[in-house]
């Protein structure tokens, strides 16, 4: 029988501490990566229309999590001029209902509209209403996210 010398435990101990600093590094880094992408997909749809992005599994060539796909409408009526947006958040069958997948809907969100109750849900779809013009000029004064590495937070209302 061998003896467990206060070494292995501190050993054991790095070793969990290690995993954990590296989960916890996949995670951030995920998260930034999902601001960076709805970020772009937000500047190729700000004054109108349609787009589809994909976002993959923290852990490299575990394949995708979901699809998001964001839609801005100009609304012009008489009495009524809004800017609408709608994110539709798809996951994949074995990620649905997953706190991955939820991480992904709350940065998703927070990403395009940091006010926590300014969004609507109807199942995995997700819409806000904005002046017009907001979205374009929302997309730009943000920062680029791959410069500056920093995720954004919910804001109460």
């Not at 989960?23 to 880094?29: F, S």
């Not at 709350?106 to 990403?111: D, G, K, N, V």
Request: charge should be negative.
């Amino acid at each position: 029988m061998t003896a467990v010398t206060r070494d292995d435990g501190c050993q054991q101990a790095n070793t969990r501490l290690l995993k954990r600093e590296t989960a916890a590094r996949l995670v951030t880094e995920w998260e930034l990566g999902i601001q960076e992408q709805v970020l772009g997909a937000l500047r190729e749809v700000h004054s109108g229309g349609s787009t589809r992005i994909v976002i993959q599994h923290p852990v490299p060539d575990d394949g995708p999590v979901a699809q998001v796909r964001l839609v801005v409408t100009a609304v012009r009526e008489e009495g009524y001029e809004a800017d609408e947006i709608t994110a539709e958040i798809i996951p994949v069958s074995s990620y649905a209902g997953s706190n991955l997948a939820w991480r992904l809907t709350i940065r998703t969100l927070i990403s395009l509209s940091p006010q926590e109750q300014g969004w609507d849900r109807d199942k995995d779809s997700y819409t806000n209403i904005a002046e017009p013009g907001w979205w374009a000029s929302y997309h730009d004064v943000l920062p680029p996210c791959p410069t500056c590495k920093e995720q954004y937070d919910a804001l109460p209302q």
